[in-house]
């Protein structure tokens, strides 16, 4: 089984950027922004560039061999990627020889995902569109950016084929505890649209366990994995990539200001005495299988 060299990323789409966003703090509830049940799919929040992307999240890619082994697909299986990105992981699962079909919401990673001669769709992962296609449903990092699970876990239970997988790894509970605590903080004080300035959703195995099980699938293995990563490219890359959607709401010359206290916040717990910042990732890993 080939390990992934590389891997992919997730979707999501521009949000308009007021300069000062005066909103209600804190962040909203738990319960609307990250287990709401009604059925509209939250607005897209992330904007990606596929170059930054590429530059400042390799980390990303390093990380994903165990979940791909977990995906264990064969050849002739149909495979949804589910936040398929820019396809480097749909193109590792192609290699196996199955039949795969990339899903994501970002135009500029979709594109790079076409160049590689993958087929894939723009598609919200809340709204997924399939019935009984696929024998699995594989995602990596992608879910903690769509703040509705019970709407995905529904989509990709429509998408499988009784008993067919659903394998994926994410960012579970803890994750980027401190860069996510510096960021409130600088969000909070330059009023930042609350919505916008940590919108992952990071669930303990116990709450996305009984998401799946209680969406009709049966949880064959699910683990929480604390991961330190050092950041090749620095902590200044990993904002700009990943927390774009704090720092999108200010305009420049503030928003080089804001990341620069970001980061300072940061410095004592995340940079060690030769400049190497870790990152403290934290992922779920499961897989889980749909009912007959
Ligand atoms: C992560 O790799 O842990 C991560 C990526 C994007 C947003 C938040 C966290």
Known sequence: MPRPKHTKTRSHQPVPSPRCWRAAWPEPSSASLQFGSNTAPPKPIQRWSASDYAKNGRFVQEMAGAVFAMLASKPGER???LGCGDGVLTTEIKATGADVLGVDLSDELLAVARM???RVRKLDGHALDFVSEFDAVF???????????????AGVYRALKPRGRFVAEFGGHGNVAAIATAMRAVGVLR???PELVTPW???????YGALLT???FTVKEIALVPRLTPLKTGIEGWLRTFGRSLFD?????????????????????????RGVWTADHV?????????A
């Open 191 to 193: 009023n930042g649209n």
């Open 139 to 153: 995602s990596n990092m992608a879910l903690h950016w769509m703040r509705k699970p019970k709407l995905v876990i």
């Open 79 to 81: 495979i949804l990627d």
């Open 249 to 273: 709401q200010f305009a420049e010359p503030e928003r080089t200001k804001f990341v620069g206290k970001v980061i300072e916040l940061l410095r004592p717990s995340l940079c060690d005495s």
């Open 116 to 118: 590689k001669g993958l």
């Open 283 to 291: 992922r779920v890993r499961f897989i889980a299988e749909r009912g």
């Open 201 to 207: 959703f990071f669930p303990t195995v116990e709450e």
């Open 214 to 216: 209680e969406g009709g």
